[in-house]
Antibody, heavy 120, light 110 residues
Framework: QAQLVESGGGVVQPGRSLRLSCAAS????????MHWVRQAPGKGLEWVAV????????YYGDSVKGRFTIARDNSKNTVDLQMNSLRAEDTAIYYC?????????????WGQGSMVVVSS | QPALTQPASVSGSPGQSITISCTGT?????????VSWYQQHPDKPPKLMIY???NRPSGVSNRFSGSKSGNTASLTISGLQAEDEADYYC??????????FGGGTKVTVL
Protein backbone atom coordinates (compact mmCIF):
# COMPACT_ATOMS: atom_id res chain seq x y z
CA GLN A 1 0.00 0.00 0.00
CA ALA A 2 1.03 3.62 -0.39
CA GLN A 3 3.54 4.74 2.19
CA LEU A 4 5.65 7.77 3.03
CA VAL A 5 8.61 7.58 5.41
CA GLU A 6 10.35 10.72 6.61
CA SER A 7 13.89 10.92 7.95
CA GLY A 8 16.47 13.51 8.92
CA GLY A 9 14.86 15.17 11.90
CA GLY A 10 16.71 16.00 15.09
CA VAL A 11 17.91 18.78 17.36
CA VAL A 12 19.61 21.77 15.74
CA GLN A 13 20.77 25.16 16.97
CA PRO A 14 19.07 28.37 15.84
CA GLY A 15 20.51 29.67 12.59
CA ARG A 16 21.73 26.26 11.46
CA SER A 17 20.43 24.02 8.67
CA LEU A 18 18.75 20.64 8.44
CA ARG A 19 17.57 18.51 5.54
CA LEU A 20 14.52 16.26 5.74
CA SER A 21 13.92 13.45 3.30
CA CYS A 22 10.79 11.49 2.45
CA ALA A 23 10.79 8.10 0.73
CA ALA A 24 7.64 7.11 -1.13
CA SER A 25 6.48 3.63 -2.05
CA UNK A 26 3.36 1.81 -3.17
CA UNK A 27 2.12 4.40 -5.66
CA UNK A 28 3.19 6.09 -8.87
CA UNK A 29 5.22 8.86 -7.26
CA UNK A 30 6.09 10.74 -10.45
CA UNK A 31 2.51 11.82 -11.21
CA UNK A 32 1.61 13.42 -7.89
CA UNK A 33 2.44 16.73 -6.31
CA MET A 34 4.01 16.41 -2.88
CA HIS A 35 3.76 18.68 0.14
CA TRP A 36 5.29 19.22 3.55
CA VAL A 37 2.98 20.10 6.44
CA ARG A 38 4.17 20.77 9.98
CA GLN A 39 2.67 20.73 13.44
CA ALA A 40 4.26 22.49 16.39
CA PRO A 41 3.93 20.68 19.74
CA GLY A 42 0.34 20.92 20.94
CA LYS A 43 -0.62 23.15 18.02
CA GLY A 44 -2.48 22.89 14.71
CA LEU A 45 -1.38 22.02 11.21
CA GLU A 46 0.57 24.47 9.07
CA TRP A 47 1.23 24.06 5.37
CA VAL A 48 4.93 24.47 4.51
CA ALA A 49 5.58 23.82 0.83
CA VAL A 50 4.53 22.00 -2.35
CA UNK A 51 6.36 20.69 -5.39
CA UNK A 52 4.58 19.74 -8.59
CA UNK A 53 4.72 16.22 -10.01
CA UNK A 54 7.63 17.07 -12.30
CA UNK A 55 9.40 19.52 -10.00
CA UNK A 56 8.75 22.49 -12.26
CA UNK A 57 6.62 24.41 -9.77
CA UNK A 58 7.33 25.08 -6.11
CA TYR A 59 5.40 27.20 -3.64
CA TYR A 60 6.00 28.01 0.01
CA GLY A 61 4.17 29.20 3.08
CA ASP A 62 4.92 32.78 4.11
CA SER A 63 6.69 31.76 7.32
CA VAL A 64 9.34 29.69 5.50
CA LYS A 65 9.69 31.48 2.16
CA GLY A 66 13.30 32.29 1.41
CA ARG A 67 14.61 29.89 4.07
CA PHE A 68 13.24 26.48 3.03
CA THR A 69 13.64 24.71 -0.33
CA ILE A 70 11.64 21.72 -1.54
CA ALA A 71 13.04 19.31 -4.14
CA ARG A 72 12.22 15.88 -5.55
CA ASP A 73 13.93 13.03 -7.37
CA ASN A 74 11.45 10.98 -9.36
CA SER A 75 14.10 8.37 -10.15
CA LYS A 76 14.47 7.64 -6.43
CA ASN A 77 10.89 8.39 -5.34
CA THR A 78 12.04 10.92 -2.80
CA VAL A 79 11.12 14.47 -1.81
CA ASP A 80 13.37 16.60 0.35
CA LEU A 81 12.99 19.75 2.43
CA GLN A 82 16.14 21.81 2.94
CA MET A 83 15.67 24.06 5.95
CA ASN A 84 18.10 26.95 6.45
CA SER A 85 18.32 29.73 9.03
CA LEU A 86 16.23 27.71 11.43
CA ARG A 87 14.34 29.46 14.21
CA ALA A 88 12.81 28.26 17.47
CA GLU A 89 9.37 28.62 15.91
CA ASP A 90 10.30 26.03 13.28
CA THR A 91 10.19 23.37 16.02
CA ALA A 92 7.54 20.90 14.88
CA ILE A 93 6.70 17.49 13.53
CA TYR A 94 7.18 17.66 9.76
CA TYR A 95 4.85 15.49 7.68
CA CYS A 96 5.47 14.48 4.08
CA UNK A 97 2.11 14.40 2.31
CA UNK A 98 0.79 13.20 -1.06
CA UNK A 99 -1.81 15.01 -3.10
CA UNK A 100 -5.01 13.02 -3.57
CA UNK A 101 -6.01 13.43 -7.20
CA UNK A 102 -5.36 16.95 -8.45
CA UNK A 103 -3.00 19.74 -7.59
CA UNK A 104 -3.85 21.10 -4.13
CA UNK A 105 -7.12 19.14 -3.86
CA UNK A 106 -6.50 17.18 -0.66
CA UNK A 107 -3.90 15.10 1.15
CA UNK A 108 -4.63 11.38 1.23
CA UNK A 109 -1.34 9.83 2.35
CA TRP A 110 0.64 11.18 5.32
CA GLY A 111 3.95 9.97 6.68
CA GLN A 112 4.41 9.32 10.37
CA GLY A 113 6.33 12.58 10.70
CA SER A 114 9.86 13.66 11.55
CA MET A 115 10.49 15.77 14.65
CA VAL A 116 12.63 18.88 14.32
CA VAL A 117 13.68 20.75 17.47
CA VAL A 118 15.43 24.09 17.11
CA SER A 119 17.10 24.93 20.39
CA SER A 120 20.40 26.19 21.72
CA GLN B 1 -2.99 32.87 13.67
CA PRO B 2 -4.59 30.26 11.40
CA ALA B 3 -6.14 31.66 8.22
CA LEU B 4 -9.31 29.58 8.60
CA THR B 5 -11.46 29.88 11.73
CA GLN B 6 -12.80 26.82 13.51
CA PRO B 7 -14.40 26.51 16.96
CA ALA B 8 -11.89 25.30 19.51
CA SER B 9 -14.17 22.53 20.76
CA VAL B 10 -17.45 20.80 20.05
CA SER B 11 -19.07 18.06 22.10
CA GLY B 12 -22.00 15.71 21.82
CA SER B 13 -23.48 12.57 23.26
CA PRO B 14 -23.27 9.19 21.52
CA GLY B 15 -25.78 9.00 18.69
CA GLN B 16 -26.13 12.75 18.34
CA SER B 17 -25.03 14.86 15.39
CA ILE B 18 -22.49 17.65 15.60
CA THR B 19 -21.31 20.22 13.08
CA ILE B 20 -17.91 21.91 12.87
CA SER B 21 -17.62 25.16 10.95
CA CYS B 22 -14.65 26.48 9.02
CA THR B 23 -14.75 30.13 8.01
CA GLY B 24 -12.42 31.71 5.50
CA THR B 25 -12.70 34.30 2.76
CA UNK B 26 -13.53 34.56 -0.91
CA UNK B 27 -9.82 33.96 -1.61
CA UNK B 28 -9.87 30.51 -0.11
CA UNK B 29 -12.95 28.62 1.12
CA UNK B 30 -15.43 30.78 -0.76
CA UNK B 31 -13.50 30.86 -4.00
CA UNK B 32 -12.58 27.22 -4.54
CA UNK B 33 -14.05 23.76 -4.04
CA UNK B 34 -10.77 22.33 -2.76
CA VAL B 35 -11.92 22.18 0.85
CA SER B 36 -10.95 19.10 2.80
CA TRP B 37 -11.31 17.80 6.35
CA TYR B 38 -8.90 15.73 8.44
CA GLN B 39 -9.28 13.70 11.62
CA GLN B 40 -6.31 13.40 13.95
CA HIS B 41 -6.10 11.12 16.96
CA PRO B 42 -3.39 11.78 19.58
CA ASP B 43 0.14 11.02 18.38
CA LYS B 44 -1.10 9.99 14.94
CA PRO B 45 -0.86 11.69 11.55
CA PRO B 46 -4.04 13.26 10.18
CA LYS B 47 -6.47 11.18 8.13
CA LEU B 48 -8.41 12.50 5.15
CA MET B 49 -12.16 12.41 5.85
CA ILE B 50 -13.69 14.73 3.22
CA TYR B 51 -12.28 16.11 -0.02
CA UNK B 52 -13.58 18.69 -2.50
CA UNK B 53 -16.15 19.96 0.03
CA UNK B 54 -18.55 17.01 0.01
CA ASN B 55 -16.78 13.80 -1.05
CA ARG B 56 -15.74 10.91 1.16
CA PRO B 57 -12.68 8.82 0.30
CA SER B 58 -13.13 5.09 0.13
CA GLY B 59 -13.32 3.58 3.61
CA VAL B 60 -14.59 6.66 5.44
CA SER B 61 -17.91 6.19 7.20
CA ASN B 62 -20.99 7.80 5.65
CA ARG B 63 -21.64 9.32 9.07
CA PHE B 64 -19.22 12.04 7.96
CA SER B 65 -20.49 14.65 5.51
CA GLY B 66 -19.31 18.01 4.25
CA SER B 67 -20.92 21.13 2.85
CA LYS B 68 -20.18 24.75 2.03
CA SER B 69 -22.10 28.00 1.95
CA GLY B 70 -20.30 31.15 0.92
CA ASN B 71 -17.04 31.47 2.83
CA THR B 72 -17.94 28.83 5.42
CA ALA B 73 -17.48 25.09 5.09
CA SER B 74 -18.91 22.58 7.53
CA LEU B 75 -18.25 19.02 8.64
CA THR B 76 -21.15 17.08 10.15
CA ILE B 77 -20.71 13.89 12.12
CA SER B 78 -23.93 11.93 12.50
CA GLY B 79 -24.55 9.15 14.98
CA LEU B 80 -21.59 10.24 17.08
CA GLN B 81 -19.45 7.37 18.37
CA ALA B 82 -16.69 7.17 20.95
CA GLU B 83 -14.09 6.57 18.22
CA ASP B 84 -14.96 9.95 16.69
CA GLU B 85 -13.33 11.73 19.61
CA ALA B 86 -10.34 13.46 17.98
CA ASP B 87 -9.11 16.75 16.58
CA TYR B 88 -10.55 17.86 13.25
CA TYR B 89 -8.92 20.27 10.82
CA CYS B 90 -10.31 21.93 7.72
CA UNK B 91 -8.09 22.90 4.83
CA UNK B 92 -8.53 24.96 1.69
CA UNK B 93 -6.61 25.87 -1.41
CA UNK B 94 -5.98 29.61 -1.44
CA UNK B 95 -5.10 32.23 -4.02
CA UNK B 96 -1.41 32.41 -4.72
CA UNK B 97 -1.02 28.64 -4.77
CA UNK B 98 -1.13 28.16 -1.03
CA UNK B 99 -2.93 25.90 1.39
CA UNK B 100 -4.55 27.15 4.55
CA PHE B 101 -5.55 25.07 7.55
CA GLY B 102 -8.00 25.87 10.31
CA GLY B 103 -6.84 25.99 13.90
CA GLY B 104 -8.48 22.67 14.66
CA THR B 105 -11.54 21.58 16.63
CA LYS B 106 -11.42 19.13 19.51
CA VAL B 107 -14.45 16.84 19.40
CA THR B 108 -15.46 15.31 22.71
CA VAL B 109 -17.96 12.48 23.01
CA LEU B 110 -19.73 12.91 26.32
Amino acid sequence: QAQLVESGGGVVQPGRSLRLSCAASGFRFSIYGMHWVRQAPGKGLEWVAVISYDGSEKYYGDSVKGRFTIARDNSKNTVDLQMNSLRAEDTAIYYCVKEFRYSFDAFDIWGQGSMVVVSS
Amino acid sequence: QPALTQPASVSGSPGQSITISCTGTSSDVGGYNFVSWYQQHPDKPPKLMIYEVTNRPSGVSNRFSGSKSGNTASLTISGLQAEDEADYYCSSFASGNKVFFGGGTKVTVL
